[in-house]
């Protein structure tokens, strides 16, 4: 995370100043006012008022997680061509972690500005890049950004294992033929049929493919919702276990049972290619 390099912007004067502004916010963040665009927007431009700066253009990313990198944010790619295009003195953020996530996605960028002769403002961290201090400020805060990051991933984790240890249902793809209710994991009726004839179909000798184009002919999404392959096919022989009752995870709790013993006992898969 050390940057050997700290390179200081100079300020730039009003009259040669051009400035952009870089709002973001995500699909789960639109519903906070606090995090809303048309706030950033009313922040960023009296921060360039303050500094005698002239309003600046905006670029606007909505509904986009910033984790994303700058190839996956239509703005903020518009927003780098024109720092490099030499089009910009300056960007403006209303906050650090509308420009990135982690350390890595803010310390990259910040490198491209200061690179390019390019100040980054930040309103509500008070950090301005033409300082020495800024610049030393600004890593702090991007590395604490991430530690707060890799926090509430470890305590996802544990809430998901913990999950995993009581219920066996750490959330996620469920295997074809079940499905979600509010009482916990049970069998989908419909898909489970499917699964059956798949292993009758296996068990009489018939390829892979052939049991594939059966199911396809009945117009029937296959287990990742397309048409049906003899990938998806495999996919279900290999679960065997799970489809006979086996237990869910490192839990006390099982998988509900769609195959009888009979169905149980068949060749592995790949018998029949």
Known sequence: MARARIQVVPTP????VHIGAYLRVSTDEQADSGLGLADQLYRVNGQ???KGWLPP????DAGISGTKDASERPALARLLADVRAGRLSAVIVLSLDRLGRNTRLVLDLVDVFTSHGVALV?????LDTTTPQGQFVLTMFAAL???????IAQRTKAALDELGRTTGDKGGRIPYGYLRTA???AIDPTAAA???RIYDLHRRGESLRHIASRLAATGTPGPRGGAWAHSGVAEILANRSIYGGAK???SAHRWPAILGKKAQALMTPGDAA
């Open 122 to 126: 930040s309103c509500k961290e008070s």
């Open 57 to 60: 253009t905006i670029y606007e």
């Open 248 to 250: 869910r995870g490192n």
């Open 183 to 185: 009482d916990g994991i």
């Open 145 to 151: 950004a991430q530690l707060e990051r890799d926090v």
């Open 13 to 16: 004067a009003p009259a040669d």
């Open 194 to 196: 499917h699964v059956k």
């Open 48 to 50: 360039a008022a303050a």
